[in-house]
């Protein structure tokens, strides 16, 4: 529909139909089933309050789908076709690894597939719109929902959110294949106090610029359509009535002009909050903060006419923010083909299933994170008896909190991994003990150490069972639930030739198993051919190339934790197991995480040549050309996920030690040499100064290779 058009419609609606396409229910409150939901049960208002809306979420098929889009648009005077939205965030029927086993891979182009493919199902599917990507800056693995969130670095999380927007959206939003998106959770959320979901940030203007602000910038830059506003208060302020966030920021800084969707009930939490008296200031403190949609709470369904009557709310507020709402639709495609290429065939969604499990499997392999390995791995695929221990050891539930629709009777287990791999092979697969949190009971731990001594190899499988990360899910502890760590010291003392794969949304405090490890394979939770992608990184079909997009503590007592610290005026200077009085230092506990940001090992060895930036002098706001040269120099090719950080050596604001600057992946056969060339963008150079500006300040930069502190080739350069 041209935009004459659409304003056009907007202007023959009544005031009730625009304030309908604010309004948002769960589709189970509409077609009255018990459909799964996604927040507390939302609240049912009379018929005729609910007579209007625009827009559902939490549906299962394109058969509902498209029965509510025909029922709907069969009454009215304007029917206009509903959005039908969904939380598609590492898939729809085919789960690919979670967002933070992703962004590890290093690598956009494989994050974008994995949209790509995922939108499409989802849009067979009937979903229009997703709520993704989430960039949440993160710093604290206490907090459930690292596991949606692209990690530590919002330099990585804002390529990697951006990659996401692009692969859901692709070239054209008409297209049935695209869905529209909407980041989120804007802004904050990712710093709750205690690390407890839903609690409050208090994120001081610099550290929201530097850290916490700029990966939504970037899914907005590549064409985010919608962005959602975060439950918590921020500085004293829940987000969606949060003028500062809201308005200064998003609207009047960024100029953005798409659509605001509350989180789910977030507007009748504000009363809970104290911060509105009743559903009606709530509903006026949002759309005063142009939170265009309210998700499920009925406060604009119920109050907003009346807030208009009463001179609250101007009539023009309204028709702005149905307008976006329109134009969102329209953008779809939706007022031509209001069930956007759906079809009710369910089979149609199955198709696509099997098309995108190899896509699964190599975004699952490559998220992998090799984090030990004494040279135990890979093992021989000679071997005859294979003992495949733990509770994930034949688990299906490998696919993450978020897996949308995905049905888990599709995903390969450990178990059924290796049996396909090795067909010969006798598969022993014991379960040893739960991984449910507090159960003490190690009662079949010898059962698997009888398996562990008549094995060839062993394959041991531990972690966090995939309901414990996810929204509310939040530890305040990040070790391994029940007797795991009793298990995998019995295991590994009864078989050396033993790997330790780790499942979970989280990064877990590993120092208990990391000493008696004699190999440690992180992989996430790593969706529906999670099995597969295990049997062939173990047994050397395929290389492990992933790396840590979050760092893995030493303890929960060092969080939050993050690899770009600051150097404090004290820096420790003793090995880390040492203390030092007078320095910013534990006495009980280092103060390097146990596997840094960016760390992660191959089957082979690289050996870093030559660092060569192409300038030594930059002048402000000229980037920086580097090229990077290194070696195999092991026996089996390998991929090197090559990382530049820079470090502002003397700036008028703090800045931290080392941050990303750059990466590239490059993979080299066995004594090869190779060249990586990489741009450090001058927007790295950045701070954002004590006056409220973003600057590049003149001075000497230092520029390494490596990972997080691990350098291994160190550079200067000034910028003039
Ligand atoms: C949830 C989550 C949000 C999600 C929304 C809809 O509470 O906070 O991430 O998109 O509700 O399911």
Redesign the pocket.
Known sequence: MKAEALKELLDSMSLAEKIGQLVQWNYAALAMTDAE???PETLRLSADAMKYFGSV??FSSADEMIRLQKQYMSGGEHPVPLLF???V?HGYRTAFPIPLAQAGSFDPDLVRECAKAASAEAAAGGVHLT?TP?VDHVRDPRWG?VM?SCGEDPYLSGIMGAAQVEGFRGKDLTDKNALAV?V??YAGYGAPEGGRDYNQAELSEHVLREWYLPAYKACLDAGADMI?P??NALNGIPSVANPWLMNQVLRDEWHFNGTVIS???ALDELITQGIAENRRHAAVLAMNCGCDID?VSGCYASDLEKAVRDGLISEEQINTAAMRVLKVKNDLGLFEDPFHGASADPETVGNLVRQHRTLAEKAAVESAVLLKNNGVLPFAGSVKKVAVIGPFASSREIVGA?CCNCDTSETVTVAEGIRALLPDAEITAVSGCSARIGDKDGSMINEAVRAAENADCVVLCVGEEMECSG?GRSRASVTLPGMQAELVRRVTGANPVTAVVLFGGRPLDLTEIDAVSPALLEMWMPGTEGGTAVAKLLFGVAEPCGRLAMSFPKSVGQLPLFYARSNTGRPKQVPEDEYQPYCSNYMDCGNLPLYSFGHGLTYTEFRYDELRPEKTVLRAGEDLNVTVRLTNTGKRTGTEIVQLYINDKVSSVVTPVQKLAAFAKISLAPGESGEVRLTVSSERMRLWNFSGQSVIEPGEFEIFAGYADHPLLTRTFTVI
């Open positions: 939901v996604t927040g979420l939490n939205m969904m939380d965030i709520f989430m929902r949606e909407c989120k959770h959602m975060s439950f989180d789910y009930n998700m978020w929204e």
